[in-house]
Every structure is written in C-alpha cells, then in structure tokens.
C-alpha cells in the first residue's frame, strides 16, 4: 500500500457516520439450521436480480444469530412496515427472547420460523455465502413470497433506519 493510499484511508468512524446519514430498508431474518430458531434485524438487505429472484444482506459477526444463519440451508426474509417496529426492535435487541410466548410467530410448512404478520416476507435457499472482514454477506435465492390474496390495495408505510432511529416513510414525506 503506497503512503498516499494510506493517509486517505477511511476510518470505521467515518464510514459509520457516512451510513448513518444513508438511510436504509429494515428487514428481520430468520433461520432454522436444526438448534432452535434465531431472527436478526438488518438494514443491509437489497434485491439483486429477478431471475431468479436473488437478494443479499449482510450478517454481523455480533450477531447471535449470524452461526445459525451460515449454517441454515434457508431463510426467511422479513420486509417490515413501520407500524411494526416493535418486531424491528426485537430482532436487534442483544438478548431478546425473539421467538416466546409473547411473541406471534409460526413456522412454514417447509419448516421455517416466520412472522405472519410482516408486510411481506420472502422464503429463500441460502445460494451461497461471502466473508467478509468478519462479515458474512448472505446471497439468497427466493423460492417463495408471502401470498398476495387480499392485499393487492393495502399501502403500508415503509420502515426505514436511518442516522439511529426508525423512520416511516408515506404521502408526507414524498417530494413533488
């Protein structure tokens, strides 16, 4: 690495700060690789390609989740609206008991722990699997979305995170 290339280096703290200021989708993921269910929330997530369906996110290292997710041969991508931030917050919440009695959850057909009532979800085969500086960047094939019967009209407003704190997005914040 030549001198240049080091002093403009980007520090974590300054990468932080950039992303704090780029606001971001909130998706909760959850797994099953056989020890028990795990959910994570990320703000990483994006769709990739349409055929096949493909979307990526990235799993913490911190995460408790992150071993199960490496491991589990699907996933199940939740796409939160902002009335449901209390499940945002669960899934990012150090300790949460993410799958009590207090908490609606189920499991597919095919096995999967899930959230019926997330404004859509995704069942996807884990395509494969990117370390990255301690990172593990998940590339998902969808193999299955919640059904859409009866909720062609329905206009959630989107949860979004961004500089800290959970947004909502809606007719109030579009731009003319």
Known sequence: MTATAQKSRVTADDFKFAFRHHPAGVAVVTADAGNGPVAMTVSSMSSVAIDPPTLVFSASPLSSATPTIREAETVVVHLIASDQ?????????????RFGD????????????YYPNATEW???????????????????????????????????????YHNRTWHSIGDHTQLP
Do not use: C, Y
């Open 122 to 160: 995704l069942r996807g085969r884990v395509a494969r699997l990117f370390e990255i500086n301690g990172s593990v960047l998940v590339i998902v094939e969808a193999l299955e979305a919640k059904p859409r019967e009866g909720r062609e009209d329905t206009d959630e407003s989107p949860l979004v």
């Open 85 to 97: 931030v209390d499940l945002a917050r669960l899934g990012a919440r150090s300790g949460a008991d």
């Open 102 to 113: 207090d908490v609606e959850w189920g499991r597919l057909p095919t096995g999967e722990p």
